[in-house]
T-cell receptor, first 110, second 117 residues
Framework: GEDVEQSLFLSVREGDSSVINCTYTDSSSTYLYWYKQEPGAGLQLLTYIFSNMDMKQDQRLTVLLNKKDKHLSLRIADTQTGDSAIYFCAEDSSASKIIFGSGTRLSIRP | GAVVSQHPSWVICKSGTSVKIECRSLDFQATTMFWYRQFPKQSLMLMATSNEGSKATYEQGVEKDKFLINHASLTLSTLTVTSAHPEDSSFYIC?????????????FGEGSWLTVV
């Protein structure tokens, strides 16, 4: 079945890079997404990658996709306190239905 | 850009009453909308797929008689939680699909916090 897995917590020092990892199971996914959820707020689409790409960079964000291993990662360069949030990995399995991972809570230490 | 609006953002209701949450696509027509539920410190779980002009498709384990979904127009889907209980307290969020073809076609509402007392 469809499944998306991520680690639950990540703590990084301010100014360092954060790398959030995700694995998924549906090899037919067309797009893979990273969403950010701040406390009490809805989801914000951060970035997405088409399944035939292996990398996408958008300012401080870099997405790496290893389709063979079904592994997706999000790298945030120069992590700031405003980056503290829960980050959800998601795959577009079929008919625009999105399957979410459990979310990784990113905390920033000074 | 495209915007999906949910209303209300916060709602408190008494046990046994029903509450309706609206999801609107403001500048595009959405033939398909999705309803998700998020329990505290957990991930989003898809509840149902709302199709304009037809019955919603519910995910396994979601009670269709309790969570009534109506997609009466191309810009509006509603979720009604009937005979609400405290365990229905949760964060409900909708998304609207603009169609396939690009990675940015799924738009989320801001979510609705439901507290049942």
């Amino acid at each position: 079945g469809e499944d998306v897995e991520q680690s639950l917590f990540l703590s990084v020092r301010e100014g360092d890079s954060s790398v959030i990892n995700c694995t998924y199971t549906d090899s037919s996914s067309t797009y893979l997404y990273w969403y950010k959820q701040e406390p009490g707020a809805g989801l914000q689409l951060l970035t997405y990658i088409f399944s035939n790409m292996d990398m996408k960079q958008d300012q401080r964000l870099t997405v790496l996709l290893n389709k063979k291993d079904k592994h997706l990662s999000l790298r945030i360069a120069d992590t700031q306190t405003g980056d503290s949030a829960i980050y959800f990995c998601a795959e577009d399995s079929s008919a625009s239905k999105i399957i979410f991972g459990s979310g990784t809570r990113l905390s920033i230490r000074p | 850009g495209a915007v999906v609006s949910q209303h209300p953002s916060w709602v408190i209701c008494k046990s046994g009453t029903s509450v309706k949450i609206e999801c609107r696509s403001l500048d595009f027509q959405a033939t398909t909308m999705f309803w998700y539920r998020q329990f505290p410190k957990q991930s989003l779980m898809l509840m149902a797929t709302s199709n304009e002009g037809s019955k919603a498709t519910y995910e396994q384990g979601v009670e269709k008689d309790k969570f009534l979904i109506n997609h009466a127009s191309l810009t509006l889907s509603t979720l009604t939680v009937t005979s609400a209980h405290p365990e229905d307290s949760s964060f409900y969020i909708c998304s609207a699909s603009r169609g396939r073809g690009s990675g940015n076609t799924i738009y989320f509402g801001e979510g609705s916090w439901l507290t049942v007392v």
